[in-house]
């Protein structure tokens, strides 16, 4: 009788247990990619020939950040969330400067 019950409590726990959740695709994302990167001077120098510039801060909040950029909390956009809720639109001839 121990062993039927013992067997009975194994299989509820099992039963009862949430299924096995697949990963979102956003939740795939590695949280620190390889992406090209960009020094200062060479910013500087696409701003001083004109090009066409967004920054985008996505960080922790802070009271400071690059004049005139967007500001994105990193809570918001992959890996953490799905990146719904962001809702700007950026032309595709723009440098995009991400820090």
């Known amino acids: 009788m121990k062993k039927f019950m013992v067997t009975f409590c194994f299989l509820i726990a099992i039963l009862m247990s ?11 994302w ?10 200062a001077k060479e910013v500087k120098q696409l701003m001083l020939a004109n090009e066409k510039i967004v920054f985008v801060y996505a960080g922790y909040e802070v009271d400071q ?10 809570t918001i956009v992959p890996p953490n969330s799905d990146g719904s809720t962001v809702n700007f639109k950026i032309p595709k001839d723009y440098w995009v400067m991400c820090y």
């Open 65 to 74: 950040v690059v004049c005139g950029s967007y500001y994105i909390p990193y």
């Open 30 to 39: 590695d949280n620190y990619p390889k992406v090209p990167r960009i020094t």
């Open 18 to 28: 949430p299924p096995a959740h697949a990963q979102e695709w956003w939740q795939k």
